[in-house]
């Protein structure tokens, strides 16, 4: 983060020797401003009192956009990226050349860290704009080209790896529809051997007039009009020996008209 430096006039006060030795650190402060002791805090690491300092501050100079800034490199300190963003946009809103292209750079930190965080691909964009814009104020940023670059490739990465999530995903549904149908399948067999199973069991076990009865009835039925296969070989029978009969009868008519004598 950058962080800008103050020209705020020291308040000097009035105080006796005594008091300088005794209270050193006491002088020290109250010869600083609220936003000079703030930025004294940052520096040492102790963000949260320097975003008290700042808070307070600001409430005396509202509109102060360098406080605006500062405040928005605090709580990015802090790890409160979307308060941070306010005030980094808070300073962009009125487009002070001095901290336009420096707010652009951090607003573009701020949304890198939230869109990394969350994996979310439009807040990661949104950093991306931030950063060309900020190169666009100050073409000569490598920092700024530097985040750029390591946006885009991350949201090259992220893509790629939403990617291979869904391949991945669809892989996995087409294999559970796949086992479920063999599953099906498996099943049906099992029901269908079964069920071959007691039949031939309940079969093994019926009497066998049951079972001439159940084969008679299997046998083909002849149709309205039709023949039975019995019906004509009985009718064919009857023709065989009623042909029968007539030859025995001509053989013993013929027997008897030779045995006659001659007629005298």
């Known amino acids: ?30 010869t600083q401003s609220k936003p000079e002791q703030a930025q004294k805090a940052y520096h040492k690491g102790n963000f949260q009192k320097a975003l008290d300092l700042y808070q307070d501050a600001a409430t005396h100079e509202p509109d102060s956009d360098t406080l605006a800034y500062n405040l928005g490199n605090t709580l990015y300190s802090l790890g409160r990226y979307q308060d941070a963003s306010k005030q980094f946009s808070k300073v962009l809103q009125k487009d002070k050349p001095s901290l336009s292209a420096n707010s652009l750079y951090n607003l573009g930190n701020t949304l890198f860290q939230m869109g990394k965080a969350g994996q979310d691909q439009k807040m990661l964009e949104q950093a991306l704009q931030a950063y060309r814009s900020s190169i666009q104020r100050n073409p000569a940023d490598l ?32 294999k559970k529809d796949q086992d479920k149908k063999d599953q099906q399948q498996k099943q049906q067999q099992n029901q269908d051997q079964q069920k071959k199973q007691q039949d031939k069991k309940e079969q093994q076990q019926q009497p066998q007039a049951e079972k001439d009865k159940q084969q008679q009835e299997q046998k083909p039925q002849p149709q309205p009009g039709q023949m039975s296969k019995e019906e004509a070989e009985r009718i064919l029978n009857a023709l065989m020996q009623m042909e029968k009969d007539m030859q025995e009868k001509e053989k013993k008519a013929a027997v008897q008209k030779r045995a006659k004598g001659p007629d005298w």
């Open 1 to 30: 983060m950058r962080q800008p430096g103050y020209n705020t006039a020291l308040h000097l006060l009035a105080l006796s020797t005594v008091f300088v030795l005794s209270f050193a650190g006491a002088w020290e402060n109250l």
């Open 143 to 174: 920092d700024s080209k530097y985040n750029y670059e390591l946006t885009r490739r991350l949201i090259r990465k992220q893509q790629q790896q939403q990617q291979q999530n869904q391949d991945q995903k669809k892989d996995q549904d087409q």
